[in-house]
């Protein structure tokens, strides 16, 4: 198991470190788990934030767009005021 501590490799030690093995497995499992909760809270927050990216990409974009939308309604709206004009014109 763990060499540095006189354990062998099939957990038997010389008596006086029988004990030790138990205590790391302990010590491993509780960190192994708080390793697993830790990745989970990292892809959730990775997840989470590139989510929001592409958010911020899509509201960046729509916004683009909304501009050139209003800027062809404002081109639009001249070209009817022209037209009404040569209208009334023509009509005179």
Sequence with gaps: MVRGDKLT???QSNGKLGW???H???IMAKK???TKVAT???AAVGRADRTAHKMAKAGALAKKELDALAKDVA???KRLERATGH???ALK
């Design 9 to 11: 490799v099939d957990g």
């Design 20 to 22: 030790l093995r138990f």
């Design 24 to 26: 790391q497995e302990e």
């Design 32 to 34: 192994s788990r708080l």
């Design 40 to 42: 989970s809270i990292g």
């Design 75 to 77: 081109a639009l709206k």
């Design 87 to 89: 209208l009334r014109h």
